[in-house]
């Protein structure tokens, strides 16, 4: 089975720090993504994790709890463009992509 | 550009109706997975095919079926439409890696398809 939650929608100012979190309970796990998603476009890789820590790539920082089945994403200097859905995602089992992803975390950017 | 090409962009079409979905990877790409948008599902994953052979289903309905044709591209087929499988349709594949070795889904612009 498999469940992957996430808050729905967050609203945060130009140039603040936005934290987006996902707790996942599933069947097996190897590997949490994060996915940006801006409305009507394809799910564009973010980030990914698969071991306990902090991931810093930029703007952006994932960090993950496997014991927890907690993840969160960090977007630091928020910016106009940064306003999409955040999706994240569990891969169940190594060697396949067949992910199962939350619903989606809509961030609003505003000035 | 992620290079993976899917036709239509978007389609409408009646209830009861059939519709095929395209997708064409990248050179060199033998996976391709399906996954599915509705609004109050998320994306589901349906179905994948390696080099031509099926080797995943998902939460795949009956009414639909996919192949992988030689060349490497795949198509959907969904059948007997009705109003709920309006929703976006993405094909995917994996060649791209992480610096750590991971294998990451590279998303096409995908398929909007309205079922009136």
């Known amino acids: 089975g498999q469940n992957i939650d996430q808050p729905t929608e967050m609203t945060a100012t130009e140039g603040a720090i936005v934290q987006i979190n996902c707790t996942y309970q599933t069947s097996g796990f190897n590997g949490l993504f994060w996915y940006q998603q801006h409305a009507g476009e394809a799910p564009t890789f973010l980030s990914y994790n698969v071991l306990d820590g902090l991931e810093e790539k930029g703007r952006f920082s994932s960090f993950l709890s496997r014991s927890k089945g907690y993840s969160y994403l960090l977007l630091k200097e928020l910016q106009m463009k940064d306003s999409a859905s955040y999706l994240c995602?569990?891969?169940?089992?190594?060697?396949?992509?067949?992910?199962?992803f939350g619903k989606g975390n809509q961030v609003v950017v505003i000035p | 550009d992620s290079g993976v090409t899917q036709t239509p962009k978007h389609l409408i079409t009646a209830t009861g109706q059939r519709v095929t979905l395209r997708c064409s990877p990248r050179s060199g790409d033998l996976s391709v997975y399906w996954y599915q948008q509705s609004l109050d599902q998320g994306l589901q994953f349906l179905i994948h095919y390696y080099n031509g052979e099926e080797r995943a289903k998902g939460n795949i309905l009956e009414r639909f079926s996919a192949q992988q044709f030689p060349d490497l591209h795949s198509e959907l087929n969904l059948s007997s439409l009705e109003l709920g499988d309006s929703a976006l349709y993405f094909c995917a594949t994996s060649r791209y890696r992480t610096a750590s070795g991971a294998n990451v889904l590279t998303f096409g612009a995908g398929s909007r398809l309205t079922v009136l």
């Open positions: 995602a569990v891969r169940r089992q190594y060697g396949n992509n067949r992910l199962a």
